[in-house]
């Protein structure tokens, strides 16, 4: 559909001003003065009265014609008119969501550099041969440190943010134990690695009993999808491995 | 978490059988057809543990067998269960969210357009298949809890929304310490990833939700689902969003696996830089349905050159492999390729595989290289073998 007529736009661009001393210099004494509203009001009559006229006489086709232009304009400045508040939306969106955020991602931060920190050292360590390869851990006795830095940790936590100070806490107390040398004597890279597993455990399994979640997950559908069965593989895999015994 | 660490570092290329590895365990095979699932039925659901998440396409409530299969991608998470009768119910979710601004208003249109939130600290969180969708309304990108194949250091909100993800695909355990085999990549030759730790993480989420967690190589999971008929024994390959995996297996045990950190999305990056086009404008176009054995415009061209790059890149990374190791078994017939994951889905994967194939020297004689017969839930699937064979 063509661009729809602004009616103050053609008044505007059809009209010259003139001053008034022109006009009186031109020997006009008096003008006669129309107002904006009444020269809308006029020229809706006489486009009504058009429109009126044609619609009669226009054909089945033709009026059809003519609705079908006026839903898709109409459906044009819905959409146009979507797409600001869409927009309006998102950028205030978005301006919040940076601030709110910006607090809670520093925190996590400094927990992950200390820990990438932790890694490295760790890892320098390991290469420049200071420390035994993974085969010599005990993981019995790292478990144990472990679990002694969390529970040292976890009656301060109160909260998702204590939660998060409690890891980050356990992390610190391990961090010690493991640069001082710790029991046994040596520290290697496998260590940073249970305490990832069981802080994260013991860090999430307090955070979902304290936090208040609001949520509407569990009402959700999740996209199910075919697959083929996999019994002649368990067959197959339990005959090997009797074949193999 | 010792099994995958053998299995996917170069102790293995020393010892043929790892110490801790992967054993097929005992019990009774279930009879039963193989069936297909396809509808979401909220009454009737396999899991009833899991309420309204799962659904049988019968929607008669069955029990599902003990242990569990989980595929941990970059791109993609996915779960598996088998019921009584046989039937695999995957579940799937994009491995993505979003947050947006917790007013009444977003509050209010989320609801009513029946999109998945958590509040967390005050914000939004839309998690999942609908933080796709939304972040394509609000034109934005979705934040990635993995990168590479790996949980992601950059993103500082990635565990406790792959906790909440994990918990909308598995549900609760049907017992306290059910098995569930989760996939990790094999240790990567192309950059300095840190797999114990991202293996640690899943570990421990799988925990905190009363799995007993037991990592496996994502290759070896491919091997498990698609070379039952080959004894076990040939090569696995994984083509992912964010890795490659590969592992060559000989009667179930691995003999070399490794990863490179080269996918989906290493494809989408390059084609959106020469084309100068945003990359999930990339991503787009790749999953459009291209075939890159006839590309048809530029775009296409560009799928096709990364492809083939991305192809001919593992494929030699296998065999110098190959060469390398000392302790490769001797096999005695010729093995099968099997190529799974999103990204081997493109139209052509296969021919133009078996082309490159043919232009470099393998070392050892390959009788077929072929698709994986599910190739998005093969991962998933063939952790869901490993678990069922431990029951
Ligand atoms: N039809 C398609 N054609 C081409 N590529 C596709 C298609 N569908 C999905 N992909 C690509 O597949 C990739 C995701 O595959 P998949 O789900 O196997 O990865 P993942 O397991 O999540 O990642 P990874 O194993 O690397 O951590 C994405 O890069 C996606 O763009
Ligand atoms: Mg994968």
Request: net charge negative.
């Amino acid at each position: 559909m063509s661009k729809p007529l602004s009616v103050q736009d053609v008044i505007r661009q059809s009209a010259t001003d003139v001053g008034l001393d022109e006009l009186s210099r031109r020997g006009c004494r008096k003008v006669k003065v129309l107002d904006k509203q009444t020269v809308f009001r006029l020229i809706d009559e006489a486009v009504n009265r058009v429109v009126e006229e044609r619609l009669a006489a226009a054909t089945a086709q033709e009026r059809e014609q003519i609705r079908a232009e006026a839903r898709s304009e109409f459906q044009r400045l819905v959409k146009e008119r979507q797409e600001q508040l869409e927009e309006r939306v998102q950028r205030e969106v978005s301006a919040a969501t940076e601030e709110a955020r910006a607090h809670a991602d520093q925190q996590v931060q400094e927990y992950q550099e200390r820990l990438a920190q932790l890694e490295s050292q760790v890892g320098q360590e390991v290469e420049e041969g200071r420390v035994p390869g993974a085969s010599a851990i005990d993981p019995e006795l790292l478990g144990s440190m472990i679990r002694e830095a969390v529970a040292q940790a976890a009656p301060t936590s109160t909260g998702p943010s204590a939660d998060l100070a409690a890891l980050q806490q356990s992390i610190e107390a391990l961090s010690r134990k493991v640069s001082a040398g710790g029991p046994g004597g040596s520290s290697s890279s496998s260590s940073i690695e249970p305490p990832s597993e069981e802080a994260l455990q013991a860090f999430f399994s307090r955070s979902s009993s304290s936090e208040q979640v609001e949520s509407n997950i569990s009402n959700v559908e999740v996209k199910n999808a075919k697959a083929n069965g996999v019994n002649k593989n368990l067959a197959k895999l339990r005959s090997l491995k009797q074949g193999s015994e | 978490m010792n099994e995958a660490m053998n299995a996917s570092n170069d102790d293995l290329d020393n010892g043929f059988v790892p110490d801790n590895g992967f054993v097929p365990g005992e019990g009774a095979v279930a009879d039963g057809s193989v069936n297909v699932n396809e509808n979401v039925n909220e009454n009737g659901s396999v899991e009833t543990d899991c309420g309204a998440q799962s659904a049988t396409a019968t929607g008669v409530a069955t029990k599902t067998e003990l242990g569990r299969g989980l595929d941990v991608g970059t791109a993609n998470l996915v779960s598996s269960a088998q019921d009584a009768e046989g039937n695999v119910h995957i579940k799937i979710q994009r491995n993505a969210f979003l947050d947006i601004d917790a007013d009444d208003y977003t509050k209010n249109m989320l609801t009513r357009l029946n999109v998945q939130y958590v509040v967390i600290n005050g914000r939004m969180v839309v998690v999942g298949d609908p933080a796709f969708e939304l972040a394509n309304i609000f034109n934005r990108e979705t934040r990635r809890p993995m990168r590479d194949g790996m949980i992601s250091p950059d993103e500082s909100d990635a565990l406790p929304i792959e906790k909440m993800l994990l918990e909308t695909l598995l549900g609760p355990p049907t017992k306290e310490g059910e098995v569930c085999y989760y996939s990790v990549p094999a240790e990567p030759i192309d950059a300095d990833l840190n797999v114990i730790y991202h293996q640690g993480v899943f570990g421990g989420l799988l925990k905190s939700l009363g799995y007993n967690g037991k990592p496996l190589v994502e290759g070896h999971a491919v091997v498990f689902s698609e070379l039952a008929e080959d004894d076990f024994t040939g090569i696995g390959i994984s083509g992912g969003g964010g890795m490659f995996n590969i592992c060559v297996s000989y009667k179930s045990i691995p003999a070399l696996s490794f990863s490179t950190t080269r996918g989906g999305d290493w494809i989408d990056r390059n084609v959106a830089n020469v084309l100068g086009i945003s990359a999930s404008r990339a991503t787009a176009i790749k999953e459009k349905g291209v075939d890159i054995t006839r590309p048809k415009n530029r775009e296409e061209e560009a799928v096709e050159i990364y492809y083939r790059n991305l192809i001919s890149y593992t494929l030699t990374n296998i065999k110098s492999r190959f060469e390398s190791s000392s302790s490769m078994p001797n096999f005695p017939d010729p093995i099968s390729i099997v190529c799974a994951g999103g990204t081997s889905l493109i139209g052509g994967f296969i021919e133009v595989f078996q082309d490159e194939f043919k232009k470099i020297n393998f070392p050892i004689p390959v009788k077929e290289i072929r698709h994986a017969e599910d190739p998005l839930y093969s991962v998933s699937k063939g952790c869901l073998v490993a678990s069922l064979s431990e029951v």
